[in-house]
């Protein structure tokens, strides 16, 4: 049984996706490295795009977490399809450019890239870390229609800076569930997706939620999972994510990738996008535009086998 790929609604939800990390990187940057006690103390509970942060943001502005997905993103369309190189040239380009913040694991990939040309960092068991989640969103966007590539590409990408069991299935995880926002599936599908990780990794497992949204990719995942199932709009999904402090750019831009492509654009609060950066709104839009244009779903397959809807 097939179901028909509705284009116009998938390219929407793309760019709701893209737009909606963008949204959570901004929302809970101002603040990252809090606890949930000193963000009450600030904020009460923080609902808007505020800037500030131990980086001093400008409201609207985004992190790391959004520069490097374009990087990924801009690679894949300069190369009009897959080019590990290229991403790895685009992350160097922008190391270079001095950003105002880099994890330490992603700083260490690129400068081996940089010096020796390395695309694969070794296995480390200290990179468990989120940086290579992080930046999945274009690779998904990329390969919708296609679980081979999506599975190729985002451990590819990651195993730039980041060579770790636990971050190859998280990205792995986080592209499958962009896949099936995007095709418009239902959360208890997304939820067998959620619970096919937690069956292979069980330290995922996040049915009692601990609490802690460090840049450790399970507690990371956790977090997401946490607020984006409970969340009943997108808006409620990723002010519940940021007011857990901690990573909170990170885990904001993760969950308001998937509650993006989930609720579509609809369900994108505009005071939110008025808030961002405008040039940051048109080139996600614009590179959603031209991934999706490069998927195998554009490129006529045109049938998805049917899942439980
Ligand atoms: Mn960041
Ligand atoms: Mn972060």
């Avoid at 922008?94 to 890239?113: A, E």
């Avoid at 695309?119 to 480390?124: A, M, Q």
């Avoid at 460090?214 to 007011?243: A, I, K, P, S």
Wanted: aromatic share 8%.
């Amino acid at each position: 049984m097939t179901i028909p790929v509705n284009l116009p609604d998938i390219r929407s939800r793309a760019r709701a996706a893209f737009l909606g990390f963008a949204i959570g990187d901004a929302l809970g940057a101002p603040v990252e490295f809090m606890t949930t006690g000193e963000i009450k103390a600030k904020h009460g509970v923080l609902k808007e795009i505020v800037g500030g942060g131990w980086l001093r943001l400008k409201p609207g502005e985004v992190t790391d977490d959004t520069q490097m997905s374009l990087c990924v993103a801009r690679a894949i369309d300069a190369a009009n399809g897959w080019s590990l190189e290229g991403v790895a040239r685009e992350f160097a380009q922008w190391l270079k450019s001095k950003p105002v913040d880099v994890g330490d694991t992603c700083r260490r990939g690129i400068r081996n890239f940089m010096l020796k040309g390395v695309l694969e960092t070794p296995f480390n068991q200290w990179d468990a870390g989120n940086g290579a989640a992080m930046r999945m969103l274009p690779v998904a966007l990329f390969t919708l229609g296609d679980d081979d590539l999506l599975q190729r590409y985002a451990v590819e990408q990651a195993h730039i800076t980041h060579n770790h069991p636990l971050s190859d299935a998280a990205c792995i995880t986080l592209g499958r569930m962009v896949h099936l926002s995007l095709m418009g599936f239902s959360k208890t599908r997304l939820r067998r997706e959620a619970d096919q990780l937690i069956t292979a990794h069980p330290s995922f497992a996040f049915d009692t939620y601990r609490g802690l949204a460090t840049g450790y990719v399970v507690d990371t995942m956790q977090t997401v999972f946490h607020y984006f199932f409970r969340g009943r709009d997108f808006e409620e999904c990723l002010v519940g994510t940021v007011n857990q402090g901690g990573d909170a750019d990170t885990t904001g831009a993760i969950c308001g990738m998937i509650a993006g492509a989930f609720y579509g654009m609809e369900g994108i609060p505009r005071r939110w996008i008025k808030r961002m950066d405008r040039r940051v709104v048109d080139e996600v839009t614009a590179l959603a535009d031209k991934l999706i244009g490069l998927s195998a779903c554009n490129r006529g397959m045109g049938l998805f086998p049917e899942g439980n809807k």
